[in-house]
């Protein structure tokens, strides 16, 4: 599996497109829309993964949804006020498709078969995606750090548990955040003080 990270505009958010056998899953489409569609060529889009709510993680979803029709949406309905169109959240931004309410567990994308670990802190519906070697933790866990709980539906002692939750995992995972750079979940519980 090749994993495309994409890190533009002004909240450095990384998107990651994940391709194989020409099949394409789009996570956390916070890069504009032309930048994303731009690796997709060639490509069936079989999903889209929002590991959370915020608006700088889905900026392209509508745009992509549109592009690419049936393509379906997933995210944890913990966070639908964030994306709802009667609502105006801060730190939300209104999503005018419907999404697929995702759980804990396994997932069938395509023929991508992942694992939805529930990891709330961050928002009321963060949740890590879990596929093959590699932990897409959105804006759970980051290198060196971890993220905030202060917005809407944050919560700190959640978050610590969910932290909690990732010490369990293979240390052997690459892990992609939903900012900054790829690491490794070794390197972390070595050096994240939050994961000691």
């Given at each position: 599996?090749?994993?495309?990270?994409?890190?533009?505009?002004?909240?450095?958010?990384n998107t990651y497109i994940c391709?194989?056998?020409?099949?394409?899953?789009?996570?956390?489409?916070?890069?504009?829309?032309?930048a994303i569609q731009s690796y997709l060529l060639g490509f069936q889009v079989v999903g889209i993964y929002l590991t959370h709510g915020h608006s700088d993680h889905t900026v392209a979803v509508d745009d992509l949804m549109d592009a690419y029709p049936?393509?379906?949406?997933?995210?944890h309905e913990g966070d639908r006020d964030l994306v709802d169109?009667?609502?105006?959240?801060?730190?939300?931004?209104?999503?005018y498709h419907p999404f697929l309410a995702v759980e804990e567990g396994m997932i069938q994308i395509g023929h991508f078969q992942a694992e939805v670990?529930?990891?709330p802190g961050h928002s009321m519906g963060s949740t890590c995606l879990l596929l093959k070697d590699?932990?897409?933790?959105?804006?759970?866990?980051?290198?060196?750090?971890?993220?905030r709980s202060d917005l809407y539906g944050g919560n700190e002692r959640d978050l610590m548990q969910s932290l909690q939750?990732?010490?369990?995992?293979?240390?052997?995972?690459k892990v992609y955040p939903g900012h900054d750079q790829v690491t490794s979940l070794a390197y972390e519980l070595q050096t994240n003080i939050f994961l000691r």
């Open positions: 599996m090749k994993v495309i990270c994409l890190n533009q505009g002004k909240f450095q958010e391709l194989e056998e020409k099949e394409a899953l789009i996570i956390d489409p916070g890069n504009s829309f032309s049936n393509t379906p949406l997933y995210m169109p009667n609502l105006l959240i801060p730190s939300g931004a209104p999503i670990l529930y990891t590699c932990l897409f933790s959105g804006d759970t866990l980051f290198r060196g750090t971890i993220g939750k990732l010490k369990n995992l293979n240390p052997g995972l």
